[in-house]
């Protein structure tokens, strides 16, 4: 299984961004996917998750403002990222969960100018 994220980029606060990630290989049902993101020296922390069957969970710092979403026929998942602060700078990645194992993407840069 590899996954591309794609996306991510400069942006003022208030701005927003949509990242995708695009999964390709053997990809099984049910599964789940997410979006994580990391600042340097920091954990990863979780930021949205769905499930193939639509069911999505949010981490506080981003409700209201974040929106995941999937199209199972492309095996491709996104992010729409609205209102975005500062603080929601970092390395996103995203990740699925099929069959008890974890796939990484590579991350994709995410930078909110104040």
């Known amino acids: 299984v590899q996954l591309q994220a794609s996306g991510g980029g400069l942006v003022q606060a208030g701005g927003s961004l949509r990242l995708s990630c695009a999964a390709s290989?053997?990809?099984?049902?049910?599964?789940?996917m997410g979006w994580s993101r990391q600042v340097p020296g920091k954990q990863r922390e979780l930021v949205a998750s769905?499930?193939?069957?639509?069911?999505?969970h949010y981490a506080d710092s981003v409700k209201g403002r974040f929106t995941i979403s999937r199209d199972n026929a492309k095996n491709t998942m996104y992010l729409q990222m609205n209102s975005l602060k500062p603080e929601d700078t970092a390395v996103y990645y995203c990740?699925?969960?099929?069959?008890?194992?974890?796939?990484w993407g590579q991350g994709t840069l995410v930078t909110v100018s104040s």
């Open positions: 990740n699925l969960v099929q069959r008890w194992h974890t796939y």
């Open positions: 769905i499930t193939s069957a639509g069911s999505t």
């Open positions: 290989g053997s990809i099984f049902s049910p599964n789940g």
